[in-house]
């Protein structure tokens, strides 16, 4: 980590999200600024029934500098239509503003960040939590959940049951790229889709 609170330091006196979103382009919070091409902060309306959060921006991401619109996005899309969230309702975001990566040829390979990577980047998120102040937080992932719900957090056991978040309720799922991943596709979908679900519920 770079210097002393992560980015803490580079909060703005007033928090609203344009202003989060400009002092955030400069955020020299951990180390992950170095060789990302930008920072990628969070994107929605200031008031949502939804936030989702989760691990950090991928490849296409961190070139066009908006949260989920790779492969995994897609997948979210789809979740969330079928599970009946308008995406009008939801802000996204990411646990980690900087896309975290192995150089391998001319690919970047996604690298999961570190524990004080996310703790660096958690006033960010905050800062989030108490502009947009959501009804559900939909914690997409097992760093959202370190990030957000503390290390023993356990998202393969605890996914799809509401627990309190300050004001909020979260509910926990798997990462949608970890849907692309999975075996079984269908299944992984259909389990991500019931978590959904339950959040739309919860709200």
């Known amino acids: 980590?770079?210097?002393?609170?992560?980015?803490?330091?580079?909060?703005?006196?007033?928090?609203?999200?344009?202003?989060?979103?400009?002092?955030?382009?400069?955020c020299e919070g951990c180390g992950l600024y170095r060789n990302a091409t930008r920072t990628v902060f969070g994107e929605g309306p200031k008031r949502a029934a939804f936030m989702l959060?989760?691990?950090?921006?991928?490849?296409?991401?961190?070139?066009?500098?908006?949260?989920?619109?790779?492969?995994?996005?897609?997948?979210?899309?789809?979740?969330?239509?079928?599970?009946g969230i308008a995406r009008e309702s939801v802000y996204l975001t990411n646990a980690v503003k900087h896309f975290s990566f192995t150089p391998r040829g001319k690919r970047r390979i996604h690298q999961k960040p570190t524990a004080a990577e996310i703790d660096a980047c958690r006033p960010w998120l905050d800062a989030e939590l108490a502009v947009v102040r959501p009804k559900v937080v939909v914690v997409l992932g097992a760093t959202a959940a370190r990030a957000l719900l503390g290390r023993e957090f356990r998202v393969t056991r605890q996914r799809g049951e509401p627990v309190p978040l300050g004001d909020a309720l979260a509910v926990a799922t798997v990462h949608p790229s970890a849907v692309l991943r999975a075996p079984d596709r269908d299944d992984a979908y259909e389990g991500f889709l019931s978590d959904l679900r339950t959040a739309a519920d919860a709200a």
């Open 53 to 83: 959060v989760g691990e950090q921006p991928g490849d296409q991401e961190d070139r066009q500098g908006h949260p989920f619109i790779g492969p995994a996005g897609r997948v979210l899309d789809r979740g969330l239509r079928e599970a």
């Open 1 to 26: 980590m770079d210097g002393n609170n992560g980015a803490a330091r580079f909060l703005p006196d007033r928090l609203q999200l344009d202003d989060l979103r400009e002092a955030a382009a400069h």
